[in-house]
């Protein structure tokens, strides 16, 4: 059996190469999917085929999936990101692969935003295919949080527009782990989970994690989505991907993220990293 992880080079496709290694698979066994592969001469080192994968370029896909049998699409952030996966799938149906594995994004089939567009259509694209299928919806990545915090160690303040709600996030290690396990064995085939982590935090806790972590006061500021978005304006950004960002915290104000069920920690056989000790590893402190 081939595994097939795509993004390898970036933060969650190295980790699932290690998930991999851990459980065994050989490295000859692996094939590493990158944009550029001269950037991965150290997967090379390690026994993984490293191969031209470039969700945009068809042809790369073509060639990169010869002889796999399974792969993980792991979710592009292009800002036509749906067409490149789309892409991924049809070049995965016409290689024959065994399962697809995607990395989708939580509750698009419950709550409408922006971000979660993009994964809806890839999810149906992907049952339109007919291919036997994995979709893990992750939760938010703890190291999201690593920029906020970081800044707060200057300014004492955590600012955001997301309320009240809460955020059920994990540490990257934590959903490379149920990558490699849809990728290894059958207990996930065909089936579309909910991953998150245990325990579902406010943004008073993340302020309150970040001062343990930081040790100097950090507080939450709740802001509007329009100051937020000002803000991002005014801090360079343009007007659409200004909007965008704010409105990522305006899904999560409505509760895109606030679910757990513990899904996530069953198909990893742990429980997930808690919160603190994912920011303290992520800020490196």
Do not use: K
């Not at 970036?10 to 991999?20: M, S």
């Not at 406010?202 to 803000?231: C, F, H, N, W």
């Not at 742990?270 to 920011?279: H, K, M």
């Amino acid at each position: 059996m081939t595994l097939f992880v795509s993004a390898a080079n970036g933060h969650l496709g190295r980790l699932v190469l290690d998930a991999l290694l851990e459980r065994g698979i050989s490295a000859s066994d692996i094939v590493a999917g990158v944009r550029t592969p001269a950037a991965a001469d150290d997967l090379a080192a390690r026994g993984i085929r490293v191969v031209e994968f470039d969700y945009a370029r068809p042809e790369t896909l073509t060639a990169g999936l010869e002889g796999v049998t399974r792969v993980l699409l792991i979710s592009g952030t292009d800002p036509d990101r749906a067409t490149g996966h789309r892409n991924v799938v049809e070049a995965a149906r016409a290689a024959g692969v065994e399962r697809l594995v995607y990395t989708s994004a939580p509750r698009v089939d419950e709550i409408e935003y922006a971000l979660g567009a993009d994964h809806l259509a890839t999810e149906r694209v992907i049952a339109a295919s007919g291919l036997d299928a994995t979709i893990l919806r992750n939760n938010w990545y703890t190291e999201n949080y690593v920029d906020a915090v970081s800044r707060a160690a200057e300014s004492g303040v955590i600012v955001a527009a997301a309320g009240d709600a809460r955020v059920a996030s994990a540490s990257r290690r934590d959903y490379a782990d149920a990558a490699a396990v849809a990728l290894t064995t059958d207990d996930l085939a065909g089936r579309t989970l909910e991953l998150a982590g245990d325990v579902a935090w406010t943004y008073d806790e993340l302020a309150a994690a970040a001062s343990e972590v930081l040790g100097r006061e950090v507080v939450y500021q709740p802001v509007t989505v329009e100051q937020l978005t000002a803000g991002l304006e005014q801090a360079g950004l343009d007007a659409g991907t200004a909007a965008f960002v704010a409105g990522i915290d305006e899904a999560i104000s409505r509760g895109v993220l606030s679910q757990t069920d513990g899904t996530l920690a069953r198909v990893i056989g742990r429980p997930t990293t808690p919160f603190v000790e994912g920011l303290r590893a992520a800020l490196g402190r």
